[in-house]
C-alpha cells in the first residue's frame, strides 16, 4: 500500500485537479482484510507514540479537512484508537467567537498545538479560512482587516498572501519540530447525498444533520475548487496534502493509518538512553530491590 500512498500525495509545486482522484478506490483489498491490516497498524501507531512521547523531540499534528459527512470523526475514532488519550489531543473547530476574531485567523490555531511527544489532531483547522471563507467571503469581513471593509477587496492577491501566511506560519512549526500531516477526505457529492439520507432517517443520527449542510452542498463546485487551490497553493515537502478516497470508510481510514505510520517511521523514534551514572544509579536500586527481606 505505500505505492498507493504515494498516488496519493498532493505533490509540491504541481497544480491539483480533484477530477484525477477516485473517491471511490480501494486497491486490491476487501473489506475484512482491510479491517485487519488497521488493527495491525495501529499496534504499531501505539508503539510509535509512545517513543515519541519518551523522546520529547518531535510533536505530531494531524489535519483534517472535508465536505460535511466525509467521515472525518469516525476516521478520528477509528484511526487514533490505539493512541493512548494522555498523549493524544483532538481540537474540533467551529465558526470564530468575538475574541477569535479579535486577533489574526491563525491565533486560535496556534494556541491548539500539540506540545513535543504529543500527537495533536485537528479536526477541521486554520484552513477553514482559505476555504468555507473563500466561497463566503463576507465572512473574512468579520476579521475587520485594515483595507478590506468591502468583499470587492477580498481579491486574489488577498488569497495569495493568506496561503502565504499558512506557508509561513506551517514552515515555522516545522523548523520548531511539529511534523505536519494535512488530511483530505475526498469524497463524492453522490456518497455525501447517502450519507445525509442515512442521517435523516436514522433517528439516532438526526442530530448529526444540519439544514444549512444542503445549501452548502448547492455550492459544491465552488469548494471543490478551493480546495483544489488550497491544496496546490500549501503542499510543501514538510507539510504536504493528502487526497484519500472517502466513499469506503474502511479503506480510508487505512490509508490514513498507513500515512501515519510511514510519517513515524521517517522519524526515526528513538527511546532514550540513560547515561552510565544513571544506569549505575538503577542497578544499585535494583540490587536493593532484590535482596529486601
Not at 471511490?24 to 475484512?32: A, S
Not at 494531524?62 to 487514533?80: P, Y
Amino acid at each position: 500500500m505505500k505505492d498507493e500512498i504515494e498516488q496519493y500525495l498532493a505533490t509540491p509545486g504541481k497544480k491539483i485537479s480533484l477530477k484525477n482522484y477516485d473517491t471511490h478506490y480501494r486497491g486490491n483489498l476487501q473489506k475484512e482484510e482491510g479491517k485487519e491490516r488497521l488493527e495491525e497498524i495501529k499496534l504499531r501507531l501505539s508503539v510509535s507514540q509512545e517513543t515519541l512521547y519518551a523522546e520529547d523531540r518531535y510533536s505530531v499534528l494531524v489535519i483534517f479537512q472535508a465536505m460535511d459527512a466525509a467521515g472525518k470523526d469516525s476516521a478520528i475514532q477509528h484511526v487514533m484508537s490505539g493512541l493512548n488519550p494522555q498523549g493524544c489531543q483532538v481540537y474540533s473547530f467551529k465558526a470564530p467567537n468575538s475574541e477569535e476574531y479579535d486577533h489574526d485567523f491563525l491565533w486560535r490555531h496556534y494556541k491548539a498545538l500539540p506540545e513535543k511527544g504529543r500527537v495533536g489532531i485537528h479536526n477541521r483547522s486554520h484552513y477553514e479560512n482559505v476555504l468555507v471563507c473563500k466561497v463566503h467571503p463576507e465572512y473574512v469581513l468579520n476579521e475587520r482587516i485594515p483595507g478590506y471593509q468591502d468583499v470587492k477587496k477580498i481579491d486574489n492577491e488577498f488569497w495569495e498572501k493568506r496561503y502565504e501566511s499558512i506557508k509561513n506560519f506551517e514552515q515555522h512549526l516545522n523548523n520548531n519540530g511539529t511534523v505536519i500531516i494535512k488530511i483530505f477526505l475526498y469524497v463524492s457529492k453522490e456518497e455525501q447525498k447517502q450519507r445525509f439520507l442515512e442521517r435523516i432517517n436514522d433517528p439516532s443520527k438526526n442530530w448529526k444533520f444540519s439544514s444549512g449542510d444542503i445549501e452548502e452542498r448547492k455550492l459544491w463546485k465552488e469548494y471543490m475548487t478551493a480546495y483544489e487551490e488550497a491544496i496546490t497553493a500549501t503542499s510543501t515537502e514538510g507539510s504536504p496534502w493528502y487526497i484519500i478516497p472517502a466513499d469506503q470508510k474502511w479503506y480510508a481510514r487505512l490509508a490514513i493509518s498507513h500515512i501515519l505510520d510511514e510519517t513515524f517511521k521517517k522519524l526515526n523514534l528513538k527511546f532514550p538512553v540513560l547515561a552510565k551514572e544513571e544506569a549505575e544509579k538503577l542497578d544499585q536500586i535494583k540490587a536493593q530491590l532484590i535482596n529486601e527481606e
